[in-house]
Nanobody, 123 residues
């Protein structure tokens, strides 16, 4: 059964860090790009970052550049989103999804979404 499962969310103070994980099963992760998206209450879903199947190509939305990094360990079938210098506006449910390539952060280009993990940045 094809599945993506996010974990690592939680409550953190502004300026803090979290590392999200996206664990894949039921398909060969090596063949796919993985994207991270987020949705805050009352707001549209936003593409945050993606990483190509090889890990050599990445994209980031402007608001997280310099603060977030994305990586993958295909042997562990997991993609990570390291989030540093977190801000209250980063509060959202974070989702991962797969795509053939990491060329866009448009949600419609991705399929097989995980259930999400909540990230709350608050003092």
């Amino acid at each position: 059964q094809l599945q993506l499962v996010e974990s690592g969310g939680g409550l953190v103070q502004p300026g803090g860090s979290l590392r999200l994980s996206c664990a894949a099963s039921g398909f060969i992760l090596d063949y796919y790009a993985i994207g991270w998206f987020r949705q805050a209450p009352g707001k549209e879903r936003e593409g945050v970052s993606c990483i190509s199947s090889s890990g050599l190509s990445t994209l980031f939305v402007a608001s997280v550049k310099g603060r977030f990094t994305i990586s993958r360990d295909n042997a562990k079938k997991t993609v990570y989103l390291q989030m540093n210098s977190l801000k209250p506006e980063d509060t959202a449910i974070y989702f991962c999804a797969r795509a053939p390539r990491c060329t866009t952060l448009r949600g419609r280009d991705y399929g097989y979404w995980g259930q999400g993990t909540q990230v709350t940045v608050s003092s």
